[in-house]
């Protein structure tokens, strides 16, 4: 079975770009979720998505950053404009119920760096 | 203070040591723990959940202590492959935007 992917692995931009992450979840995880960790931080809540709902976005920084989950399969996390301090580790995860119900598997990571 | 807090180590041990590590959480209504485990520039994945009577999975013993809010991992006879960062994971309420990660633990098993 295929886990958790995300694209793409790295990504540098300058700032002010745009840049839009991929997350494909696990075939049949309602729940997804994007995590993000920035240099000598703890990884970071942003959104929650039940299917295609966003079900919590409270950890969202500000504006700057829309996700999207377009039929409930794979989900999109578009930064524009980017700033430095957006750089960082970017994780996607899915599992099936909310925990400790299931399992959250995550994806490997888009390493975003913003020049 | 931060609502989970771990100790960042490096904890450098000798190959069959048992090491042990705690991580202490602030929020009294807290539900559920977890244990990761992230090997550099890698995902986090899930070690074990760790449950309100202690839970053991071969090497690896979890504690909860919800009087003094913290968990525990133990490992027993660390093998090199066990070199990781540790990562605390408290989950509160029903809501995923509870899910709180503690910074990590790092060990080191040497050989």
């Known amino acids: 079975e295929a886990g958790v992917t995300q694209f793409p692995s790295h990504s540098v931009i300058e700032k002010g770009q745009t840049v839009t992450l991929r997350c494909d979840p696990i075939?049949?995880?309602?729940?997804l979720y994007w995590y993000r960790r920035v240099m000598g931080k703890e990884i970071k809540f942003l959104l929650h998505f039940v299917k295609e709902s966003k079900q919590d976005e409270s950890g969202m920084p500000n504006n700057r950053f829309l996700a999207e989950r377009t039929g409930g399969t794979y989900s999109t996390l578009k930064v524009q404009p980017a700033e430095l301090e957006d750089s960082g580790v970017y994780f996607c995860a899915s599992s099936q119920d909310l925990p400790p119900g299931s399992e959250q598997f995550f994806g490997p990571g888009t390493r975003l760096t913003v020049l | 203070r931060k609502e989970v807090e771990q100790d960042p180590g490096p904890f450098n041990v000798p190959e069959g040591a048992t090491v042990a590590f705690n991580c202490t959480y602030s929020?009294?209504?807290?539900?559920?723990f977890f244990w990761y485990r992230q090997d550099c520039r890698k995902e986090p994945k899930l070690l074990m959940s760790?449950?309100?009577s202690g839970n053991e999975d071969g090497r690896f013993t979890a504690q909860l202590n919800r009087a003094s809010q913290y968990i525990s991992l133990l490992i027993r006879d660390s093998k090199l492959s066990d070199s990781a960062t540790y990562l605390c994971v408290v989950w509160g309420y029903s809501s995923a935007s509870k899910i709180i990660f503690g910074s990590g633990t790092r060990l080191s098993i040497r050989p």
């Open positions: 760790v449950y309100s």
């Open positions: 929020n009294s209504a807290s539900q559920s």
């Open positions: 075939s049949g995880h309602d729940n």
